[in-house]
């Protein structure tokens, strides 16, 4: 089936009595920049709603669409990354890692998923956590899961991007694994309690990060050692 299921919107009117239109409506009635594509029906919603679909929104809604389709089609075929998530129950409770959120993560980073086929470990089924056979069972999976899967895909990989989401001993020993390839880069992500999401903000209050402080004796007592102390403030 052919057709076409598309419409060409203006944003400010193309005349003057129109949805939007204004003084400039004959001169921007042909301009690209006062374009945008849209469904028939969303066309008609908009020029049915000039109250809600003001100028200025439908300039942002242009805006972003050209931003993400920019970031999208500008990624070039050596931006590939292959994926790693990896999960673990947390204080004896399952996690989830959504894989449409880790894709959209990487994309905006500049990069794209190598294959679809992104490689997982997957801890979260097992139970008895805190328990010593419960680590040391778990220990021995992680290992073997993990160099089944670097069997397959570390000769070949360039670039690694990480998404792990578990408990603490089980995040040690996967950077441990991880540091023992020949990984030529790797990039760890870090869920954001914030934001609830793998994008950290980009503006960062750093006023609200944590300081240190270090106090050194002036005079050192020859029968004591020296003494010094370091404070989170």
Same mark, same amino acid.
């Given at each position: 089936?052919?057709?076409?299921?598309?419409?060409?919107?203006?944003?400010?009117?193309?005349?003057?009595?129109?949805?939007?239109?204004?003084?400039?409506?004959?001169?921007?009635?042909?301009?690209?920049?006062?374009?945008?594509?849209?469904?028939?029906?969303?066309?008609?919603?908009?020029?049915?709603?000039?109250? %809600?679909?003001?100028? #200025?929104?439908?300039? *942002?809604?242009?805006?972003?669409? !050209?931003?993400?389709? $920019?970031?999208?089609? &500008?990624?070039?075929?050596?931006?590939?990354?292959?994926?790693?998530?990896?999960?673990?129950?947390?204080?004896?409770?399952?996690?989830?890692?959504?894989?449409?959120?880790?894709?959209?993560?990487?994309?905006?980073?500049?990069?794209?998923?190598?294959?679809?086929? %992104?490689?997982?470990? #997957?801890?979260?089924? *097992?139970?008895?956590?805190?328990? !010593?056979?419960?680590? $040391?069972?778990?220990? &021995?999976?992680?290992?073997?899961?993990?160099?089944?899967?670097?069997?397959?895909?570390?000769?070949?990989?360039?670039?690694?991007?990480?998404?792990?989401?578990?408990?603490?001993?089980?995040?040690?020993?996967?950077?441990?694994?991880?540091?023992?390839?020949?990984?030529?880069?790797?990039?760890?992500?870090?869920?954001?309690?914030?934001?609830?999401?793998?994008?950290?903000?980009?503006?960062?209050?750093?006023?609200?990060?944590?300081?240190?402080?270090?106090?050194?004796?002036?005079?050192?007592?020859?029968?004591?050692?020296?003494?010094?102390?370091?404070?989170?403030?």
């Amino acid at each position: 089936m052919s057709g076409n299921f598309s419409d060409m919107a203006h944003i400010i009117g193309a005349k003057e009595d129109g949805p939007r239109g204004g003084p400039d409506s004959d001169k921007l009635a042909t301009d690209a920049r006062n374009i945008i594509i849209v469904c028939k029906d969303c066309h008609k919603e908009i020029d049915d709603n000039p109250e %809600i679909y003001t100028v #200025d929104i439908l300039l *942002e809604m242009k805006k972003e669409h !050209e931003y993400r389709i $920019d970031r999208v089609t &500008g990624i070039t075929v050596d931006q590939k990354t292959e994926v790693l998530i990896f999960k673990s129950k947390i204080a004896g409770r399952p996690v989830s890692v959504d894989i449409r959120e880790v894709e959209g993560t990487i994309i905006r980073s500049g990069y794209y998923p190598a294959s679809k086929d %992104i490689l997982m470990i #997957d801890r979260t089924q *097992e139970d008895g956590d805190g328990t !010593e056979n419960y680590w $040391d069972y778990n220990r &021995g999976k992680i290992e073997q899961e993990f160099k089944r899967l670097f069997d397959l895909y570390g000769q070949e990989m360039g670039r690694l991007s990480v998404f792990a989401l578990g408990s603490m001993p089980f995040l040690f020993l996967l950077g441990k694994l991880i540091t023992d390839t020949r990984v030529n880069h790797v990039e760890v992500f870090q869920r954001s309690r914030e934001t609830q999401s793998w994008d950290w903000p980009v503006d960062i209050d750093h006023a609200m990060l944590p300081g240190y402080r270090i106090e050194r004796p002036q005079t050192v007592n020859s029968h004591r050692f020296p003494r010094s102390s370091i404070g989170i403030k």
